[in-house]
């Protein structure tokens, strides 16, 4: 027997070795085809559940954003390609807040498309007070007028039943004053940013305060009724100037710490608050029994009395140098809040107001000077549960004063 030729042989076995390579490559291939498969298959099969479980970013790589800038002077509101709606927050007794009035918002803002962070300038007119009237009621005749809306006002709150009211009034043009539970201890709330931008106003003429510092707003937690929060995104530069408008025509709770910020906190400036008036120190402790006869103990709680003179001090301050406390009156004359007290007076007559509101102790206030025949300011509080009957005092006690206003001339 022949061996085998080896020339065969090995040409055999590299016949069979490139049939096992052709196999295993077509394998490799069928089994990489069948991978794309159920990965694709998969994907699809994840995407839909991902859009289920996360609507809001689907499609986020392809979507327009847009960032704003507002102008705080304006009070029309235009529609942005994206909103972001703010949480309720418990409103803090130390803080002042912006108001609502039967659950509605009362400011309303212009709002524009920009991309710039950098601060904008403040753009407002100079609030200037009327000439006072000559007073034609004989000084016997003021005195009998004056006594007469004591009177009324003591019988309206008397007559009232479930609200617990302090009411204080003065001429700004010659001192008279008049109160009624005016010493009580109140819930100031939004109201206390006046005697606050006071103070700043006079560090600035003082040169203890720089207007035009740039302060960077770096975000905030969820705070209904802020101004910033509401309308400017972290990184957003202000001037140290744009504060105490928002915090006072706005009463921005925002703007109000970025402002203490820079004062150097509350406890700071509270004795040069106290020196103008202090019968209740904003930053003593009191116990008190409020509208329901419920006992509370803490700060942040003033007087009818006390808020009328730091109004005072503000408007002779502002008379001796206009110049200085420009700031603070400007913000009053184009306060963005509800004036429950406007409704009692003439279109004709300015009303430069703040008016706070603590909804967890059920404290309401205006604190307003009332440009009329006469400068005149007013605090009035009222603290209850019934809103109807809340506004209702405001416009009582409103309509008493300006009725005596309006017969003294």
């Known amino acids: ?13 590299n016949i069979r070795g490139k049939r096992r390579l052709v196999t295993l490559i077509l394998l490799a291939v069928l089994t990489l085809l069948t991978g794309i498969v159920i990965f694709v298959v998969n994907v699809a099969s994840s995407q839909k559940e991902y859009s289920v479980l996360f609507p809001e ?4 790589a392809t979507d327009t954003t847009t960032t704003i800038e507002v102008d705080p002077t304006s009070k029309t509101t235009e529609t942005t390609e994206e909103t972001t709606e703010s949480t309720e927050f418990t409103e803090d007794p130390l803080i002042p807040i912006t108001v609502s009035d039967s659950g509605t918002d009362e400011t309303t803002e212009s709002v524009t498309e920009t991309t710039s962070l950098a601060p904008d300038d403040l753009q407002i007119e100079d609030y200037r007070f009327v000439s006072p009237k000559t007073q034609i009621a004989s000084h016997q005749r003021r005195a009998v007028l004056l006594d007469n809306m004591k009177n009324q006002v003591e019988r309206y709150i008397r007559s009232v039943s479930g609200l617990r009211i302090g009411f204080e009034y ?4 010659t001192g008279e004053a008049l109160g009624i539970n005016e010493l009580e201890p109140i819930v100031p709330a939004g109201t206390f940013a006046v005697p606050i931008s006071l103070i700043s106003d006079r560090m600035i003429s003082e040169n203890r305060l720089n207007p035009d510092v740039i302060i960077t707003y770096t975000g905030h937690t969820a705070v209904n009724g802020s101004y910033i929060y509401s309308n400017y995104p972290s990184g957003k530069q202000l001037y140290y100037s744009t504060l105490p408008y928002l ?16 004062m150097g906190g509350l406890e700071a400036i509270m004795p040069a608050i106290n020196e103008i008036s202090s019968f209740q120190p904003y930053d003593r402790d009191i ?5 329901s006869a419920h006992g509370y103990r803490g700060t942040a709680r003033s007087t009818c009395y006390d808020m009328v003179n730091y109004m005072n001090a503000l408007y002779v301050s502002y008379m001796n140098d206009p110049a200085s406390y420009q700031r603070t009156i400007n913000a009053l004359a184009a306060s963005q809040t509800v004036s429950p007290l406007r409704s009692s007076f003439d279109e004709s007559i300015s009303i430069l107001h703040v008016y706070g509101r603590n909804s967890d102790l059920h404290g309401y206030t205006e604190l307003a000077i009332i440009d009329g025949p006469e400068p005149i300011a007013v605090c009035i509080y009222v603290e209850g549960e019934n809103n109807a009957a809340i506004m209702t005092v405001f416009k009582t006690i409103g309509d008493y004063v300006a009725e005596y206003i309006t017969s003294c001339y």
């Open 287 to 291: 116990f008190y029994a409020d509208y």
């Open 1 to 13: 027997m022949k061996a085998p030729n080896p020339t065969f042989l090995k040409k055999a076995e």
């Open 170 to 173: 003065k001429s700004l043009k």
């Open 57 to 60: 970013l689907v499609g986020r």
């Open 247 to 262: 915090a006072v025509a706005y009463n921005d709770r925002v703007a109000l710490e970025m402002m203490l910020a820079q």
